[in-house]
């Protein structure tokens, strides 16, 4: 019984070990003139023809520096970007690809996934690269989130768990530039809010993606 024990104490200190050299990455890709890519790390694809709204699941991936070629998709696939980063332990990222194919730019972002007991906890991300700063309201109401330019973040709020009628304006402004009607929060549960594609295009709309632990 006691080398039984032993075996397991030894099993679950490997087990733990593992875990804390693990960080979790996602990808987002939000370049609207881009193609579907893959992501490739050490030679192997770690996601697969991602297309523009796509946000996968978190992936694990070893804790410190690693390096994410952004490739076409495909049999003959072609490298758009090599992509840099540093993650830590234990915490989760998500990779964002931004802007256009001709000024394509990646950011790395530390995602916050605890939740909050009883209210929803929402951020948003501003990734059209040609619209201009904008706030974030209730219908006809105050403000939630304010001034974010491209490629700014807001902060987590929080907010109670509703169906809600929110517009995005232009900064300081009451004019409606995206109506969202609906935008469902559910209580305990965390979301990345990502208004995407092109003003000039009259492209522009909203993805909700809920930041949960869980893959497909």
Do not use: C
Not at 55 to 69: C, F, K, Q, R
Request: glycine residues 8%.
């Amino acid at each position: 019984m006691k080398k039984w024990l032993v075996l397991v104490a030894l099993a679950l200190m490997g087990f733990s070990l593992a875990q804390g050299n693990t960080a979790f990455v996602r990808f987002a890709h939000l370049v609207p003139d881009a193609p579907a890519v893959d992501i490739v790390s050490g030679g192997s694809k770690v996601f697969e023809a991602q297309a523009f709204k796509d946000v996968t699941y978190y992936a694990e991936v070893p804790a410190g520096s690693l390096t994410l070629t952004v490739q076409t998709t495909g049999q003959n696939p072609a490298k758009v970007a090599d992509v840099s980063i540093r993650v830590q332990a234990g915490k989760y990222y998500t990779v964002m690809a931004l802007g256009t194919l001709s000024t394509l730019k990646a950011r790395l972002v530390e995602d916050r996934l605890a939740p909050a007991e009883g209210v929803a906890k929402v951020r948003i991300v501003h990734a059209s690269p040609d619209a201009p700063a904008v706030d974030v309201a209730l219908k006809g109401g105050p403000v939630l989130f304010r001034n974010l330019a491209f490629n700014q973040i807001s902060g987590y709020g929080t907010v109670p768990a509703a169906a809600y009628n929110l517009e995005v304006r232009p900064t300081g402004t009451t004019n409606v530039a995206l109506p969202l009607e609906g935008v469902a929060f559910e209580a305990g549960k965390v979301y990345s809010v990502f208004a995407v594609g092109l003003l000039a295009g009259q492209t522009l709309e909203v993805i909700v993606v809920e930041d949960s632990f869980g893959s497909p």
